[in-house]
């Protein structure tokens, strides 16, 4: 896709500020780090040959095909189709966090319509407390109580007509031309992360519009298939009432 500069501009200052409200800027761990960080993991089902071959991988939840979850803002639902198929560790990291009750209470602290529609995102944990200041929100990610430690989930990326997905590189850096699975089109949701490519941790996004430029460099893990004018109304402080796994709970797998 071409940019005119004045648009290109625009496009670089907008995902700058979604890198930037990726994830907490302390503690950023390479594949390496994150690798040691889960050698207690024990065992995974069908994803196993990829989580045994990508650092970092083996103790994380994956989603063995799709789920449904209703997520409650301003006292409406908006349903999002998680998609497991294209995007297992991705999807299988929101579906966890969701049935742990994590968004549950947090604040959708960056919304971005101008001047044009951006990213509404969320799912900063810190953002439950009311006193956290609010120029710090975006800053954090899901610390899992069994280590101590924020769980990162590495960047993973399903190229049209492959089987498996691209992990830990954009589609760029891979030097991959052809378009991921699942795009940055309206309603799409995806992780924001920071400028390390396995950075997200908890924190989401709604495409408020076709983001096309985003592809390959973010993962897109569902997309909303009912309320997007819920979303469309959200403003920045608004607070998630709830979110609930309402179908395909069965397809999340954990480790042992």
Known sequence: MRFKVPQFLVAFLIV??????????QDVTSNSAIAEANTEATSVSESETISNNVPGMKNLP???????????VNGSPITIEVDGTNAPFT???????VQKGVYDGLVFHRVIREPQPFVVQGGDPQSKDPNFPENKLGT????????GRERRIPL??????EKEPIYSKTLE???VTKPPELQHKLGAVAMARSQMPDSASSQFYFALSDLAFLDGNY?????VTEGFDVVNKIQQGDRIESAKVTE?????????
């Open 16 to 25: 700058g500020a979604l890198m930037l409200g990726g994830c907490s800027t």
């Open 62 to 72: 994956h989603l063995e095909g799709k789920a449904t979850v209703v997520m409650t």
């Open 91 to 97: 999807a299988g990291n929101f579906v966890d966090l």
């Open 140 to 147: 954090g990610g899901y610390v899992d109580p069994k280590t």
């Open 156 to 161: 993973e990326i399903k190229v049209k007509g």
């Open 173 to 175: 850096s891979a030097r």
């Open 219 to 223: 993962a897109v893990f569902g997309n």
């Open 248 to 256: 395909g709970a069965n397809n999340l797998k954990t480790a042992n």
